[in-house]
């Protein structure tokens, strides 16, 4: 699940950015890709609309990297099979 | 009654139902060919082949990447490519100093439509949640931000709501920007998107759209063909345009402006009266003077005959040598950026000394007795022109200007 929403997450960034996938990795900041505050958030909308989803406001401004949105789906996912 | 300093048109862009583009733009209203006909544009089939001045095959694909549409409504993609052929045309290039020496005032009646009535379609009629770039993209001012941070423009900038009237509103404004000294340059015109579903469905619901087509000042008339587009006119003071040669289409002279304080939507003939001779005083000029009248010329059964009254009263004997056109029958209605259209095209008129026709002119209507320009562009000497827009609501500007 983990590499497949990676990869997944790397490939919305990368549409949206219209970069080639291979320059995104897990590490890469926000402010590195050039994104903005409004992209990550525009962004985090069309992984929830695509995983069916709903990350918190709060969890949403925390996301300054491509990691920090996998953390956040995982957390989210996790929770809700634990539930 | 000329105060403050001198502005000149030394820019012009436009994108209409005539294509892409002021060239393409004067040549069709020079042969008279109307852009009106039903839509192409699947999106739009639901309007049942009724008459639309649509942008002939645009695509945003074509000229914004995937990230600018997320957050560009239509009205934003409009008025940045012809803010963009402007700029060119003006040979403008802005460093911090221009940047901040510039301002850019837009005139916009309807909004995002395409945005906010695509955002209601997909929450109510299929349960999607509201996209977070739904606010970014539909502010009304969105047009004038978007050309202010491409170009580093950081002078006044906002957008004129006066339905019809918007883009004359705007370019009073701005005139007066350049007169007060507030600025050296203004990028000014207007930019309307409103043929999306409902809000076609909803300016039909008010029985004034032409079946057929645009028939300005002609018996068989029904009413306006809505359009879409923006116009762009760079506005510049003429001691800054000397200073760097900048060729020069023609004067802003004067602006005139007036409420009705009479209904939402019939034309006040003493409001209109006033603009117009406002307009005139303001740019020193007598009636006499006007060789060239851009009709506001919706099409509708009411506009075109009070509109001709109106002129009879206030050119009287001159009435007659007047050369009159409504350009609306060729790039139609595009309510808030209808007057930026025919202020280019009364610039390109003054410029070319050539006279746009009325397109689509069958027999002339009752009470419409005047020189209409019937069907074919006609070679004229004028000195002087106006363009006149009276709006919903009981809003009128009238732009003067001269060669």
Known sequence: ?83 | MQTGREVVVTGLGCITALGVGVKQFWSSLCNGRSGIGPSADPDRAALNDAPVAEIPGYQPADHFNARSQRFMDRISQYALIAASEAIQDAGLEFDAELGERTGIILGNGMGARHTVDGALEDLYAKNIPVPPNTIPKAIISGPSSHISIQYGITGPSWIVSTTCASSNHALGQAWDLIRSGQADVVIAGGTEAPITVPTFKAWQALRILDTVTCRPFSKDRQGLVLGEGAGIIVLEAAEHAQARNARVYCRLAGYGCSSDAYDLTKVSPAGAARAIKTALKTADLEPVDIGYINAHGTGTPLNDSAETAIIHGIFTTHAPNLLISSTKSMHGHALGASGSFEFIAVAKALAEQVIPPTANFTTAGDDCDLDYVPNIARPAEIQAAISNAFGFGGVNAVLAATR
Not at chain 1, 46 to 67: A, C, H, K, P, R
Request: no cysteine; aromatic share 4%; glycine share 6%.
């Open chain 1, 1 to 83: 699940m983990t590499d497949n929403l990676e990869q997944r997450v790397v490939e919305i960034i990368a549409q949206f950015t219209e970069t080639p996938p291979s320059s995104i990795h897990a590490g890469s900041t926000f402010d590195e890709l050039g994104l903005t505050s409004l992209d990550a958030v525009t962004i985090t909308y069309e992984l929830e609309q695509e995983l069916g989803i709903e990350l918190t406001e709060s969890d949403t401004y925390s996301i300054n990297s491509v990691q920090d949105l996998i953390d956040g789906i995982t957390q989210l996912t996790r929770a809700g099979t634990e539930t």
